[in-house]
T-cell receptor, first 115, second 110 residues
Framework: DAGITQSPRHKVTETGTPVTLRCHQTENHRYMYWYRQDPGHGLRLIHYSYGVKDTDKGEVSDGYSVSRSKTEDFLLTLESATSSQTSVYFC??????????????FGNGTRLTVT | EDQVTQSPEALRLQEGESSSLNCSYTVSGLRGLFWYRQDPGKGPEFLFTLYSAGEEKEKERLKATLTKKESFLHITAPKPEDSATYLCAVRGFGNTPLVFGKGTRLSVIA
């Protein structure tokens, strides 16, 4: 298994509170990604990082921010959680930009419930 | 806009009953097509990458094939441990993210 640890694995929070999810990798991969997975939708990209302090938006980035101060850590923050952000969040890593010969490798997810 | 459609949504097979899962895609130039397996409560696990029409990849009871419009994941003589959701994703040229299909949920009954 790729060395990816997500924390926490489960979280319940109230609407309007800030939430930070953490992804830690031991593979020294340059690219890191945050996805959300919801019933009826495929995995959707929230944000990604292509290096320390280098990040960019994905297709569903509204309401989320990210930070990457070290190669191994990528944080996802919900500044003010809403019920629509109830989801399972997956972190993924890759050696190079997706496509080419470098697939994504995923962590085991964080289940977030916003009440 | 890149799109991926997987069919069927769910498939129930008897152990040993071979079948195929379909992934139809539209993309502005294919850079790669990826297959993943996802077990309940886990993240997707990478299976295969296919790059060009005519390419095939095999792993145990699974074989993935690719045409210009679709990919098939063939499952030969499946076992109950093959039960999972299988995801397909494509990446086109340009600065576009990986696009995932909604998956096919496979159940193999002993």
């Amino acid at each position: 298994d790729a060395g990816i640890t997500q924390s926490p694995r489960h979280k319940v929070t109230e609407t309007g509170t800030p939430v930070t999810l953490r992804c830690h990798q031991t593979e020294n991969h340059r690219y890191m990604y945050w996805y959300r997975q919801d019933p009826g939708h495929g995995l959707r990209l929230i944000h990604y990082s292509y290096g320390v302090k280098d990040t960019d938006k994905g297709e569903v980035s509204d309401g989320y921010s990210v930070s990457r101060s070290k190669t191994e850590d990528f944080l996802l923050t919900l500044e003010s959680a809403t019920s629509s952000q109830t989801s399972v969040y997956f972190c993924a890593i890759s050696e190079s930009a997706t496509g080419g010969g470098s697939p994504l490798h995923f962590g085991n997810g964080t289940r977030l419930t916003v009440t | 806009e890149d799109q991926v459609t997987q069919s069927p949504e769910a498939l129930r097979l008897q152990e040993g009953e071979s079948s195929s899962l379909n992934c139809s895609y539209t993309v502005s130039g294919l850079r790669g097509l990826f297959w993943y397996r996802q077990d309940p409560g886990k993240g997707p696990e990478f299976l295969f990458t296919l790059y060009s029409a005519g390419e095939e990849k095999e792993k145990e009871r699974l074989k993935a094939t690719l045409t210009k419009k679709e990919s098939f994941l063939h499952i030969t003589a499946p076992k109950p441990e093959d039960s999972a959701t299988y995801l397909c994703a494509v990446r086109g040229f340009g600065n576009t993210p990986l696009v995932f299909g909604k998956g096919t949920r496979l159940s193999v009954i002993a």
